[in-house]
């Protein structure tokens, strides 16, 4: 029987070479498009972690974990192996979600452990459980800190592919994470302006070849015009034959990967989008929480409260709390209560400081150097003090810890259709915005953190939040 030869799957479907030059256009000129950029950074994060695992054995044995040392030499040598298993030396340029990542590290822990258990029966007290429990917390825990450690070079380099629309709309999103950096894009059509300097070249057959010749780390496919399901197929096959990590953008904006799912119906592959929770035992679970929360940090705080409550009476005449009617969940008013920080004629004087408004958009009002904040409020309102009698509106059940920013009555009246979407959930002490740069942000950047955070909530996301709060107050950015 005659034996047929049958090429790599690259050279079928990659369709177009690039020519003998190997460059890629740049709008009307010509760059090179080669990289020198080394690849050794890939190697930095297992050599970090394995770095991290064996000062942690060290650590481990000295305090007092009494283990053989060919049993802890094979201890040593298996942790990598149980690692690689659960997929942590695999390459992910665009990052995967927190959990899944801490998840790898607990699976692989517990396998270690499970086969240091099994390994006792064998070989007897040598393997003994209660001295190398502690040296596997200590491998599990070393590379989970590894890994909150950003590394030199870590910046990923990413190659887009779509129509001119999409490209430029991706880049903006990508420009605000300082982990990526677009080297570069292939286009269904020629653009009809420039994309800043970025180096362009028309045609998507390019991609994976184009991502392989700049040095870049992922392939970004954008869904759009001119690219047809078989485009994709094919740009998937040629990139897999390149060892070029492949990703497709999905037209989603803020959705946690935990609510998509990956489904197939009637022969199409869809994406399945699952709400977040806004019932249940996790919800209930919040409120009693929150609430049991800030009785306890009432009762902790009051001296504290009552010795501010009199700093504030006695530097300027009114009240010490300031009472402000603000629009809860569902659209229900509540009474919120704040140290005062200004003067007692504040909300006389605001018309006057209308047109200084330093936040766009025409909803929210907010001065750098408002001259109706106290010298006392101005210390308050940097470190927040002055929002910790909104303590009583979480025990009360008008406000949770954490959510998304109480709003005005007169600003909920501004609201268009997205803004509405905040009021789906009680606002919050803290939230998503506060600690992403509070007044630095802008109206819409303001309202799109709001609503990922209702669309997407955890209680995951809440201690997330809860942990940062306190770096975002000592930061105080954004906090005026």
Known sequence: MAQVTVPPVGDLVSGL?????????????????????SRSNRWLRPTADLAASLLAVVIATRGGATVQREVLAAVALSWPLFLAVNGWFTRRPLGEPAGSHAGRVLRSGAGLGVACWLASAVVGEAAAPQALVPVVAALTLAVLVSGLVRLPGSTTRVVLAGHPDDVRAAVAELAHSPRFVVSAACLSAAPDE??????????????????????S?????????????????????????????FYIGTGLLDVAPTRVSVVQGAGLDVMQIRPAASHGPRRLAKEVVERLLAAVALLVLAPVLALVWLLVRRETPGPGLFRQQRVGRDGAEFTMLKFRTMSCTATEERAGLSDLNQVDGGVLFKLRSDP??????TILRRYSIDELPQLWNVVTGEMSLVGPRPALPSEVELYDLDPRRRLAVKPGLTGLWQVSGRSDLSWAESVRLDVKYVDNWSLALDLSILLRTARAVLDHRGAY
């Open 17 to 37: 070479p690039l020519p003998p030059t190997q460059r890629v256009a740049l709008h009307d000129q010509v760059v090179d498009a080669t990289s020198s950029r």
């Open 194 to 215: 420039p994309l800043a300097e970025l180096p362009v070249r028309v045609g998507v057959s390019y991609a994976a070849d184009v991502t392989v010749q700049t040095g």
């Open 217 to 245: 780390d992922a392939l970004l496919v954008l869904p759009g015009p001119g690219i047809t399901h078989a485009t994709m197929r094919r740009l998937q096959w040629h990139a897999h034959g390149a060892a070029v990590p």
């Open 372 to 377: 109706r904040v106290t010298r006392l409020g």
